[in-house]
């Protein structure tokens, strides 16, 4: 199959190596010309383990090309997959499809032939349908199918959760479409993982349905570990005792400083504008909201609290800035809230993280960036673990506490146990949720 997808950003990226890997001949389009020159030479523009060797291979062996001119592969085409960002519109938190409706408008344009066009990227509720009309207005005479097949990789596995999905959704209409989807997903379903054909607004809110479950999930262990806060328990403890309940599951049971990451934060505004248009208010979503922006507020109170209720003249050091460990991508990571406001407060901040760098140094503002733990955390009057990187997991302690002014852990992942911090000379520990 000759398999085209536009936007080459994590999923458009990361689905056209695997696709390529399936065998299909893949042809990667984006606009940013640095990102395709940088890819055609092998350098990967994220960091996202097992990428590049699977990059590499395929790239070899010419069943992937990454190209910025459009014209040059839509029609050699098959099937085009969209996979451009929606970022949260400014001002009333929709999902901003202009991305969408822009390269679709390409796509029509240029393409004489029967074509499949599948959107990949997260869209409300009623866009395909919206693209399909859009498509037939620019190019009137062409012969078309749209089709919904929203992606779930998590950044950081994302090679493994596209090789081994929980399910593939495949939001269709037509069964010539449908069976189109199905030939690119064989490898997958010959191995038994579920490819589900669905209606097209079925398939949409699939997609905003589990992010924004997921984040309800994270969102109510951390209004527990809140409560813990004030009334006593461990939420380690009590997330465990849930999780061995099989019908609640024992994933995104972890309490921490609030979710962020380029998905849940806007898809779970876009739901919740997506059901208010309808008059179908989702007030769940719209109070997990809220409530995460609060659990992001109450992470600083408490490292004011550690720091004798003032932050200025205090250094501060960081360890993890990414919005979870194994990405490098920053998208609305609780440290774009925390350390500007250390900051603005007269905190001097020292950052160590594996891959927080490259994005951070231009959205983190006036900090020290150190490339090893021990030097972030040297002379520092607290030491906040805000991304629980492997790495992390395993400090000396002893002589993190020892090289410190005052010896003192925000362990905002909950991956040390306060009797270890205590042990190791800190005078004091606060997690989250115990
Ligand atoms: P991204 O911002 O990393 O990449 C988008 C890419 O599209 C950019 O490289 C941009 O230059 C390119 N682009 C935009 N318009 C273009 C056009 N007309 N022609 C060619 N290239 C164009 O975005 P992403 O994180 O990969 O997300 C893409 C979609 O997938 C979003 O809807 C997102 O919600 C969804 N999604 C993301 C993830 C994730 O973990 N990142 C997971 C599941 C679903």
Redesign the pocket.
């Known amino acids: 199959m000759n398999i085209c997808i536009?936007?080459?950003?994590?999923?458009?990226l990361v689905s056209g190596v695997c696709f390529s890997d399936f065998g299909h001949n893949v042809s990667c389009?984006?606009?940013?010309q640095k990102?395709i020159d940088d890819l055609n030479q092998g350098l990967i523009p994220i960091f996202e383990p097992g990428l590049e060797q699977l990059l590499k291979r395929n790239f070899k062996e010419n069943r992937l090309s990454f190209t910025t001119n459009?014209d040059s592969v839509v029609n050699t085409a098959d099937v085009i997959f969209i996979?451009?960002?929606?970022p949260a519109r400014r001002g009333d938190g929709h999902a901003d499809i202009e991305?969408v409706v822009?390269?679709a408008k390409?796509i029509a344009r240029k393409i004489t032939k029967y074509i499949v066009i599948v959107i990949?990227?997260?869209?409300p509720v009623g866009t395909n349908r919206l693209i399909h009309k859009i498509i037939a207005e620019e190019n009137p005479v062409l012969d078309f199918d749209v089709v919904s097949n929203?992606?779930?990789?998590?950044?950081g596995a994302?090679i493994d959760d596209f090789m081994r999905p929980d399910r593939v959704i495949i939001g269709v209409e037509s069964k010539k479409a449908e069976d189109i989807l199905r030939e690119i997903y064989l490898p997958l379903s010959l191995k038994n993982f579920p490819v589900i054909a669905t209606d097209l607004e079925s398939a949409e809110l699939i997609k905003y349905a589990s992010n924004a479950f997921l984040a309800t999930k994270i969102t109510f262990m951390n209004e527990i570990a809140a409560l813990c806060e004030k009334v006593g328990g461990n939420i380690s403890e009590i997330a465990n005792g849930m999780g061995l309940d099989r019908r609640i599951g024992n994933q995104f049971l972890r309490a921490g400083p609030g979710y962020g990451?380029?998905?849940f934060p806007?898809?779970t505004l876009a739901l919740a504008k997506i059901g208010l248009d309808a008059g179908s208010p989702i007030s769940i979503i719209e109070t997990v909201i809220k409530a995460n922006a609060e659990t992001k507020i109450r992470m600083l109170r408490k490292l004011k609290a550690l720091c004798d209720n003032s932050f200025r003249g205090k250094k501060i050091a960081i360890l993890g800035v990414t919005f979870k460990p194994e990405t490098d991508?920053m998208r609305e990571a609780p440290s774009l809230t925390i350390v500007p406001a250390l900051l603005s407060e007269g905190a001097n901040v020292s950052i160590y993280c594996p891959q927080g760098f490259k994005e951070g140094k231009e959205l983190l503002g006036n900090v020290e960036w150190c490339n090893e733990p021990y030097n972030a955390v040297q002379n520092s009057n607290l030491m906040v673990i805000l991304t629980e990187w492997n790495e992390l997991r395993s400090l000396d302690l002893q002589k993190l506490a020892l090289s410190m002014e005052t010896p003192k852990l925000a362990d905002l992942r909950n991956i040390y146990s306060r009797a270890l911090a205590l042990q190791a000379g800190f005078e004091s520990y606060d997690g989250v949720g115990k």
């Open positions: 536009i936007g080459t950003g994590y999923v458009g389009v984006d606009l940013d990102k459009l996979a451009v960002g929606t991305y822009e390269a390409q990949k990227s997260t869209v929203p992606e779930f990789l998590r950044e994302a990451g380029s998905c806007k898809d991508d």
